[in-house]
């Protein structure tokens, strides 16, 4: 890698779908860094659902 190659910073963007109802019932998200995989993280999102 030469220098200007190390002057960037990648990253990826990462989307959770919902429908509009199921998006009201989201109450927090989490994205897990404990480990790296890739350029990807695992995604968590809690919602109040009751089942």
Not at 17 to 24: D, E, G, K, Q
Request: glycine share 2%; net charge neutral; aromatic share 12%.
């Amino acid at each position: 890698m030469n220098d200007n190659m190390k002057t960037w910073v990648f990253c990826r963007i990462v989307y959770h779908l919902a429908t509009p109802a199921l998006a009201a019932l989201a109450r927090s998200e989490q994205i897990y860094k404990g480990e790296k995989f890739s350029d990807h993280a695992p995604i968590t999102v809690t919602y109040d659902l009751a089942l």
